[in-house]
T-cell receptor, first 117, second 111 residues
Framework: AQTIHQWPVAEIKAVGSPLSLGCTIK??????LYWYWQATGGTLQQLFY??????VESVVQLNLSASRPKDDQFILSTEKLLLSHSGFYLC????????????????FGPGTRLTVL | GDSVTQTEGPVTLSEGTSLTVNCSYE??????LFWYVQYPGEGPQLLFK?????EKGSNRGFEATYNKEATSFHLQKASVQESDSAVYYC??????????FGSGTKLTVEP
């Protein structure tokens, strides 16, 4: 069975400090991977997606960047945190190949809670 | 651009009453529509999806019909339970890799 793991579970950081959040998918090869941000009490906003190692597309940047160093790993980072970066960060995956509709849904990880002070 | 609009504000119901959460969407492409549910402190879970116009999706007593003419995808349940308390999101996918979520509707069901 596939599992999705995000780390850390929660983080408290100072404004201006760097950040690195990670996501690992086990049990599926070559999934499409996604990063989302959710402000407290707000909706989910897609930030990035990746369809293959080394390739990342931006949807909304929010002064963040993403990388996919391995097939099963997706990293979200910034060199300088802003107060507005606080929120819940979610990684998601979906299967690739086959008919579009059969593989359309995304599956979400447990999330990382980020507080910027 | 693509967008999703759903019922604003929290909804409080008594157990056994019916639920409707309105969702409308805009896209010039051919969408797949979803309803997701999110419990506190967790990532969203897929409730169901409907990839084809004028078809219905359902799961756990919830259902929604993809109405292409009205560009709507309202969530309904005939009789809610306390365990249905959660935040519900309507979502639209108009290409393979971008998913647009509505603002979310927080449902509280009182015993």
């Amino acid at each position: 069975a596939q599992t999705i793991h995000q780390w850390p579970v929660a983080e408290i950081k100072a404004v201006g400090s760097p950040l690195s959040l990670g996501c690992t998918i086990k049990g599926k090869s070559s999934p499409n991977l996604y990063w989302y941000w959710q402000a407290t009490g707000g909706t989910l906003q897609q930030l990035f997606y990746s369809i293959t190692v080394g390739q990342v597309e931006s949807v909304v940047q929010l002064n963040l960047s993403a990388s996919r160093p391995k097939d099963d790993q997706f990293i979200l980072s910034t060199e300088k945190l802003l107060l507005s970066h606080s929120g819940f960060y979610l990684c998601a995956w979906r299967l690739t190949g086959g008919a579009r509709d059969n593989y359309a849904e995304q599956f979400f990880g447990p999330g990382t809670r980020l507080t910027v002070l | 651009g693509d967008s999703v609009t759903q019922t604003e504000g929290p909804v409080t119901l008594s157990e056994g009453t019916s639920l409707t959460v309105n969702c409308s969407y805009e896209t010039k492409q051919y969408p797949t529509l979803f309803w997701y549910v999110q419990y506190p402190g967790e990532g969203p879970q897929l409730l169901f999806k409907v990839p084809k116009a004028n078809e219905k999706g359902s799961n756990r007593g919830f259902e929604a019909t993809y109405n292409k003419e009205a560009t709507s995808f309202h969530l309904q349940k005939a009789s809610v339970q306390e365990s249905d308390s959660a935040v519900y999101y309507c979502a639209l996918m108009s290409n393979y890799n971008v998913l647009y979520f509505g603002s979310g509707t927080k449902l509280t069901v009182e015993p």
